[in-house]
């Protein structure tokens, strides 16, 4: 009785590595619409979170704290298992889920808490006296915001939603518990289909590395871009 | 131009403004003056809405202005120029755009005119070669002398200015006050919160001492340095002559 032998030739081929790199690229996708829908929904819970209205700032904060004070895990899978069955027990009829909808869906609910977090902070970290400026020539609460505040604050916000963009993409590998095809989960199978999980999963390493390191370099080229006028 | 009767505001315990009964006359330069915490940036700040006050009327032109009702915000806001202590500008904006975008959100004018007022203006405060430049480039002196042609820009027909140069650097303070002293010579309406004595005296048609809230003595420069009548204003007068 011999042991299995170990060839790394034989998982190295570009069929294997050019179905990671699809994976990759859901991944990526699936990161991109999420940070898309958390900014929306960040964007929102935001304004509800600045609101002068008690019972609003109430709810945002009550949705920041559940999506916070949960793990992502959970709410993928209440998103996938538990709805389904809120769903029936309510309308009667069963509901068909798609895991890409559910995933997606799910993450983007999950980001935007983290989204609203630093929206409200960047908002609120400029200077008051910005917005006494805009009232005292005789700018609306709305051009103040869109005119004064918000281009200052978006320079602000650029650094940790790229940091959060990246989080998404490491984090779309839970997605793979649902099902769904994404990198490292295409990592898991070329493991399980050749015994050996060293291989795929450190090229799936080196693929969400090339992805987060080049939208790190890229975040930085923006930045420099959009702080334009901070250089003294 | 702009009366309060018996203007009061609370922060907290502190009485920031008590009673206070303040007058600016059409094309009059009023000097406030007083110790850190009189009342005094509260007062200028009042009078333009940026605090609501607790209790008491500001008049504008005999109209009883409620700052908590937008129409009547906006009717002192577009006819009224504010000049901070810390410049406010918009530090995203290049400092035509600075002056422009108020210009233009307010409706005055086509951007060609707007352009040419902001140049004319910026001319006026000896900045038009910073035209393009953003205001992180440029010195103190630089950004008030800006500040103050932006607050030009919707044709003010009065100037509330909340100690314009005490921010400054003592070299800068000189050329800010020039262009104060240029508008004030121009017979612009101003009400100025400030330390600089020696300002007051010269261009200060009234100057108002403030004390714990309260206006305690007013006169023409000429009185109110000669020939002051109250204990507090020659104790504050002594401290601050040498």
Known sequence: MGYHRVNVASILTLENISYLGYGAIISLLIALVAVAGGILIGTLIAILKLSKNKVLRIIANIYIEIVRGTPMLLQILFFYLGIPVLYQLIVGSPLRVNIYVCGILAMALNSGAYCAELIRSAIEGIDKGQREAGITLNLSEATIMRKIILPQAIRRIVPPLVSEFITLIKDSSLLGTIGVMELLNRAKIIGANNYNYLVPLVIASIFYLVMTICISYLAKNLERRLAVYDQN | ?242
């Open chain 2, 1 to 242: 131009m702009i009366k309060t009767e018996a203007i009061c505001k609370h922060f907290g315990a502190l009485k920031a403004l008590d009673n206070v009964d303040f007058i600016l006359n059409d094309n009059e330069v009023v000097c406030i003056v007083g110790p850190s915490g009189s009342g005094k940036s509260t007062l200028c700040r009042a009078l333009n809405g940026l605090e609501i006050i607790d209790s008491g009327k500001i008049y504008y032109d005999d109209k009883a202005i409620d700052f908590r009702s937008k129409e009547d915000a906006k009717a002192v806001h577009s006819t009224t120029g504010f000049v901070f202590q810390h410049f406010n500008l918009f530090p995203h904006l290049s400092v035509l755009d600075n002056l422009l975008m108020p210009y233009l959100e307010n409706n005055k004018g086509s951007k060609e005119d707007g352009i040419k007022l902001a140049k004319e203006l910026l001319q006026r405060v000896g900045v038009l070669d910073k035209s393009d430049n953003y205001p992180n480039k440029l010195s103190g002196g630089q950004k008030q002398r800006i500040a103050i042609a932006r607050s030009l820009m919707l044709r003010p027909k009065v100037l509330l200015m909340d100690e314009p140069t005490s921010a400054l650097d003592p070299e800068m303070v000189k050329e800010v006050l020039d262009v104060m002293k240029d508008l004030a010579q121009s017979g612009m309406t101003m009400c100025i919160v400030t330390h600089e004595m020696n300002f007051a005296k010269n261009i200060a048609d009234r100057i108002v001492f403030m004390d714990e809230g309260k206006i305690v003595e007013e006169a023409d420069p000429e009185t109110f340095f000669n020939y002051p009548k109250t204990d507090r204003l020659k104790t504050f007068l002594s401290k601050m002559l040498y």
